[in-house]
């Protein structure tokens, strides 16, 4: 359902705001004292502020395995494909909170949602509280969190000014915060990068919550470590992190199947794990599927899963038929889950890459294809 026709039937009047929003306004005395009142005492203020953070992540069921945002790549059709292989709570792709906020078409295209996608976070990127506020109460009658990018390495932040390059800018990060903390009915979330200091790390991660952060999701690379299959996330990072705060704290980086979401909430002792590369090649990661890349020779307790990712690219363009996307999405989308088909297969990839224009059928057919040939690249599961 597009974003522009769900205020039909999903947004509750400005009146009655969602169950599920807490209104963290009113307890948020740091960020946002009321005037003209005796001023409480801040640290019970704050203490009823962790408490609503923590009663609004319960009431949603804890989530633990989450989609992580990405840009063209977290779009509603592959959100509800992970959520049926056990995602429990999704990321919409980074929104441009200007555009956003003065551009009905981007909206329409870029935000899409339907009843079934819940818990969800609707990310923006911001560097002006007045732009950010206004884009995010369009979306707050759909989510759960708005959150806010402060972790985007690429050029394109720098030159907007956004993501991982407020990261030396602490004084605009906190007045984004405060001013959703302070005005939105559903809490605000952000998602950091780290930084080289750890110290520096936990100054950020500690401002944030003093500002009315109500969760944080936390990539253990710097901003710099921008190759996330060469250099491994800081787990240990991480887990100091969630010891110095209060909030709930979600693990970001290295998970690409089951056995690394064990050991990294042993490890950071976080509160739930975003993946994303991962997931773009194998969407059933969370069902507890694997690829071949990831069973080693000495396991015994492996078997074919009865499921691969042709399955998955047939189950995705009927999501896509059904919630319709741009074509740029599904075309990223058929690369990362039959890229080792592809391998095998160039020439199909050639085919595929010459359509200017695609459709459903060709894609249908394109599968078929490359079944007939004989490709089989099954995804794996542990006997447990
Ligand atoms: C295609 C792609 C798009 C991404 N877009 C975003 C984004 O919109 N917002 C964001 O905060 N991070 C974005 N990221 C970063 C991921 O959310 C995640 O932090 C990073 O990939 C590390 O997780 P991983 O090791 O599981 O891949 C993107 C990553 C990928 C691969």
Redesign the pocket.
């Known amino acids: 359902m597009a974003f522009g026709s769900a205020t039909q039937t999903l947004a509750p009047s400005p009146e009655s705001p969602a169950d599920n929003a807490e209104d963290l306004r009113s307890e948020t005395i740091d960020p946002c004292p009321p005037e003209s009142v005796v001023t409480p005492n801040p640290y019970l203020i704050a203490d009823a502020r962790i408490e609503r953070a923590w009663a609004h992540w319960k009431k949603l069921g804890e989530p633990k395995l989450i989609v992580?945002?990405?840009?063209?790549?977290s779009e509603l059709p592959f959100r509800l494909l992970c959520r049926k292989y056990g995602a429990e709570a999704a990321y919409t792709?980074?929104l441009h909170s200007r555009i956003f906020s003065e551009n009905e078409k981007y909206r329409a295209s870029e935000f899409t949602t339907c009843k079934e996608d819940r818990p969800l976070f609707v990310?923006f990127c911001a560097n002006d509280p007045d732009t950010l506020l206004e884009a995010a109460r369009r979306v707050e009658p759909y989510c759960d969190y708005v959150d806010i990018?402060l972790?985007?390495p690429q050029r394109i932040a720098k030159r907007g000014n956004y993501g991982a390059f407020l990261m030396h800018k602490l004084p605009l990060v906190k007045s984004l915060v405060e001013k959703l903390a302070c005005n939105l009915n559903v809490p605000v979330s952000c998602?950091i990068r780290v930084f080289p200091d750890l110290q520096d790390t936990l100054n950020y991660a500690k401002m944030l919550e003093d500002a009315g952060c109500a969760l944080l999701a936390v990539?253990g690379?710097t901003r710099d470590e921008k190759d996330?299959k060469k250099i491994r996330?800081d787990w240990k990072a991480i887990r100091a992190v969630k010891n110095a705060l209060r909030i709930p704290v979600l693990a970001?980086?290295?998970?690409r199947h089951m056995d690394d979401v064990k050991s990294c909430l042993e490890e950071t002792g976080a509160d739930g794990i975003?993946?994303?590369?991962?997931l773009?090649e194998n969407p059933a990661l969370f069902a507890g599927f694997r690829t071949a890349e990831w069973v080693s020779d000495s396991e015994d307790d492996i078997q074919d899963g009865k499921l691969d990712q042709a399955d998955l690219v047939v189950e995705y363009l009927k999501l896509c038929e059904k919630y319709p996307v741009p074509w740029r999405m599904i075309r990223a989308h058929l690369h990362k889950m039959l890229g080792e088909w592809f391998r095998i297969h160039p020439h199909v990839r050639d085919d595929f890459n010459a359509q200017s224009i695609l459709s459903f059928e060709f894609l249908y057919d394109m599968v078929n294809r490359l079944r007939e040939l004989g490709v089989s690249r099954p995804l794996y599961v542990k006997n447990t």
């Open positions: 992580a945002p990405m840009v063209d790549n792709p980074m990310q990018n972790g985007c998602k990539h690379r996330g996330a970001n980086g290295n998970i975003l993946s994303a590369e991962t773009l």
